[in-house]
Nanobody, 121 residues
Framework: QVQLVESGGGLVQVGGSLRLSCAASGSTSSINAMGWYRQAPGKQREWVAG???????NYEDTMKGRFTVSRDNVKNTVYLQMTALKPEDTAVYYC???????????????WGQGTQVTVSS
């Protein structure tokens, strides 16, 4: 089993920045990719960005250039740096871990509890 704990969410004004963190623990050797997803009120959960163990990254098209995913393999932590935030970025952001090295898929093997990001105008 893998446990994921997100942190770093909060309230930010339009145009501001936030960095989310996701610390993984447990059987982390089984993980080959990690990702970020989000779910806005009344909407389905959507994939945001992902990173493999080898550092390959991918982003949903509307996040490219504004969001950056990175990882610290020593700390078993993945980050999502979000800049130029918009009201439509308001959502609960979830960290996920995958045993396969795939990125842009809706499925994951493990999920964090989520962290709220609210962008105020």
């Amino acid at each position: 089993q893998v446990q994921l704990v997100e942190s770093g969410g909060g309230l930010v004004q339009v145009g501001g920045s936030l960095r989310l963190s996701c610390a993984a623990s447990g059987s982390t050797s089984s993980i080959n990719a990690m990702g970020w997803y989000r779910q806005a009120p009344g909407k389905q959960r959507e994939w945001v960005a992902g990173i493999t163990n080898g550092g390959r990254t991918n982003y949903e098209d509307t996040m490219k250039g504004r969001f950056t995913v990175s990882r610290d393999n020593v700390k078993n932590t993945v980050y999502l740096q979000m800049t130029a935030l918009k009201p439509e970025d308001t959502a609960v952001y979830y960290c996920a871990a995958k045993e396969l090295p795939v990125l842009a898929t809706p499925e994951a093997d493990y999920w964090g509890q989520g962290t709220q990001v609210t962008v105020s105008s």
